[in-house]
């Protein structure tokens, strides 16, 4: 009979078992109104709304659509909570929360107990300007059959607001648009044509700005695209060895910088392309996410410096720039615990390098403790073990301190092994949080913080249940301070003993392998 996943009773099935589950459904709550347009004038009916509750942390609950002659709407079967509401229209009315709020954190609270029917959550929506045109390819040709341009509303702060895609002919019309000033940017996911702006500026702040006004439509906002360069080639193993079924790459074209210019993907050949790139020079670099392979750069290196340079031109492919992969060290050891206790499924080992944020890798844990850590570059490592089950963090080889940690040789190619360590059971602090009298908790919104006496801060959120019952573990031993804080800011925030700010808060001790009640 639970209401949220969270705290449904686990069923254990084995193989060949018939299991009877009897479950008795409770009443759910509803909400109720009609939505309108401006000044309650009946909706059009070709507009076509939605309603949607979500609980007060942002998790969606019920869609409902709203009928487009009468304007009403129920959003039936929900859990006694509170809920904000979402109006949503595919394009002629602005689209809102309650209460007429622009934004989520803003919206009007609908509050519903099972059983009960919160009625009257009318809403009036704004009709909306639309901004409409045509692009085209170079010299105002045809777009590329094959293009694939999408048309972006962005604010005066460059924040997105709506988009839509052109169509066969080119043109475009986004609706539904909340009066202000506007850029338009175009942007062709096929990898063709360059990003260009409102005015057919290159740039955001080149972009001419558009007015739009409450039902009206800014027309011939027309925009002209240009052919970018692209840069293609081959990705292979060592030596240019097949890549054996590795598929956990991917190609980023960067400034000889090392800035992030655009990305692109390694089909089952290995073969990559990357498009719609201004003229410059750039260095193209493949990412490895998994497997025996480290981050290798075009020019066979693992570091930008020693990159190559690839010169790309307007409308050209620089092809042929293929990246035989360089083969990464690994960590492997085991990992175990103090107490002989078993390690969560949540157990991993991760290495990161000292003086190289590129050389970064992580390896789930077996049930016997063994990790191994592929794809790092060369250089010394730190690695660092955590998992549930309240055991501390720890550093190899088993302290718990960042700057005591022993650092580990890693060679390109080569198995660093025996990095064996074990996890320190911590201490725990638990207790229940309880809301003001007459009103709810939202558990997924409240955070407990630990703050021991040097000023770490250990942070849970998901501890808190649906009876406000939470459990720090895998504190160091020390003194602590608690804080209390809700995410929604419908509460004030508040310390250990009641106190209302932290240098007031009461004590509490916490030693390993036990647990300090609050």
Not at 132 to 139: R, W
Not at 222 to 229: N, R
Not at 329 to 351: E, K, M, Y
Not at 396 to 414: E, N
Request: hydrophobic residues 35%; charged residues 15%; contains cysteine.
């Amino acid at each position: 009979g639970a209401l949220v996943r969270e705290n449904a009773t686990p069923i254990v099935v084995n193989e060949g078992d018939t299991i009877t589950i009897d479950i008795e459904l409770s009443t759910g709550g509803s909400i109720q109104g009609v939505v309108t347009g401006p000044n309650g004038a009946a909706l059009d009916p070709a507009a076509h709304v939605t309603v949607t509750a979500y609980s007060a942390s942002g998790v969606w609950t019920r869609s409902a659509t709203v009928d487009p002659i009468t304007g009403q709407y129920t959003l039936g079967g929900l859990a006694t909570d509170d809920y904000r509401l979402e109006f949503r229209d595919t394009g002629i009315y602005v689209s809102e929360y309650h209460s007429n709020a622009k934004y989520f954190g803003s919206a009007t609270p609908v509050a519903v107990s099972a059983g009960k029917v919160a009625s009257g959550i009318n809403e009036s929506l704004a009709i909306g300007g639309a901004i409409a045109g045509t692009v085209a390819g170079p010299g105002g040709g045809a777009l590329d059959p094959a293009a694939q341009v999408l048309v972006a509303i962005l604010d005066q702060d460059g924040d997105y607001v709506s988009d839509g895609y052109v169509d066969s002919n080119g043109n475009y019309r986004v609706s539904g648009l909340p009066t202000g000033e506007y850029v338009v940017e175009v942007r062709d996911w096929s990898g063709t044509y360059l990003k260009r702006y409102s005015g057919n500026a290159a740039t955001f702040e080149a972009a001419s700005r558009v007015v739009v006004g409450a039902g009206q439509t800014a027309d011939n906002v027309d925009v002209q695209l240009m052919v970018g360069g692209v840069i293609s080639g081959v990705v292979t193993g060592p030596n240019g060895a097949p890549l054996d079924g590795w598929d956990s790459g991917s190609v980023s074209v960067l400034t000889t910088d090392g800035d992030y210019v655009a990305n692109g993907f390694i089909d089952s050949e290995g073969t990559y392309r990357v498009g719609s790139l201004p003229a410059g020079t750039y260095k193209v670099v493949v990412y490895a996410y998994e497997g025996p392979f480290t981050t290798t750069y075009y020019g066979g290196t693992t570091k930008l410096d020693d990159a190559g340079t690839v010169t790309v031109t307007l409308g050209a492919d620089a092809a042929g720039r293929d990246i035989a992969m360089i083969r990464g060290g690994s960590i492997t050891g085991r990992l175990t615990t103090d107490d002989g206790g078993a390690l969560g499924s949540d157990a991993r080992v991760c290495a990161s390098a000292v003086a190289n944020e590129e050389s970064y890798g992580c390896s789930e844990v077996s049930g016997e403790g063994l990790f191994a850590i592929h794809g790092l570059q060369g250089g010394q490592h730190t690695v660092r073990a955590d998992t549930s089950g309240g055991y501390l963090e720890s550093y190899f080889p088993g302290v718990a301190d960042y700057s005591a940690a022993t650092r580990v040789a890693v060679v390109l190619g080569q198995a660093t092994s025996g990095i064996d360590f074990e996890l320190t059971m911590g201490g725990a602090i638990e207790g229940r949080i309880l809301a003001p009298k007459g009103m709810s908790l939202d558990e997924e919104s409240v955070s407990v913080e630990a703050y021991a006496a040097d000023g770490t801060s250990y942070e849970f959120q998901e501890v808190v249940d649906s009876d406000g019952h939470y459990r720090l573990e895998g504190l160091p031993t020390g003194d602590y301070r608690l804080r209390f804080w809700d995410g929604n800011r419908e509460y004030a925030s508040a310390y250990s003993g009641g106190a209302s700010t932290l240098a007031a808060a009461t004590v509490l001790p916490v030693s390993a392998r036990s647990t300090a009640q609050a």
